[in-house]
C-alpha cells in the first residue's frame, strides 16, 4: 500500500511538472533537445548546428522563424513572401503553428523580444 502511494506520488508530481507531452519524443529526440540547452553562445550555436544540419536545413529553419517574426508583426502574407521568399505553403503552416501550435514559436519570440 505504502509504495504504491510513493509511485503515485511520483506519477502526479511528474505530471506536473510535464504540462506539455511533445508529439516528436522519444530517446533520440530527447538527446538533442538537452544538446540544445547546452548551447552557451551564439558562436556554440553556429558549431552545434553547422555540424548537425544541412545548409539547406538551416536556412529552412531561419526562413520559418523570420516568417513566424513577421506573421507576429502583422505581415502580410505577400510582404513576406517577398522578404523571405517564403511560399504561401510554409507561411501559412507557421501562422497555423503561431494560431493552434505548441507554444514554441510564440516562447522563442517573446524571450527574443525581451533580449532586445
Known amino acids: 500500500m505504502i509504495s504504491y502511494?510513493?509511485?503515485l506520488k511520483c506519477e502526479i508530481e511528474q505530471e506536473?511538472?510535464?504540462?506539455f507531452e511533445p508529439k516528436i519524443r522519444n530517446t533520440q529526440t530527447d538527446l538533442l533537445m538537452k544538446a540544445v540547452l547546452t548551447l552557451k553562445s551564439e558562436e556554440d550555436a553556429y558549431r552545434f548546428f553547422e555540424d548537425l544540419c544541412t545548409i539547406p536545413e538551416i536556412k529552412s529553419i531561419s526562413q520559418r522563424l523570420e516568417v513566424?517574426?513577421?506573421l507576429d508583426k502583422k505581415e502580410t502574407y505577400q510582404k513576406i513572401a517577398d522578404e523571405t521568399g517564403a511560399s504561401s505553403a510554409t507561411?501559412?503552416?507557421v501562422n497555423r503553428c503561431l494560431t493552434y501550435g505548441a507554444d514554441g514559436?510564440?516562447?522563442?519570440l517573446d524571450a527574443m523580444g525581451?533580449?532586445?
Open 16 to 19: 506536473v511538472t510535464i504540462m
Open 114 to 116: 525581451e533580449e532586445e
Open 105 to 108: 514559436y510564440r516562447r522563442v
Open 5 to 7: 502511494i510513493r509511485t
Open 68 to 70: 513566424a517574426y513577421l
Open 91 to 93: 507561411i501559412s503552416r
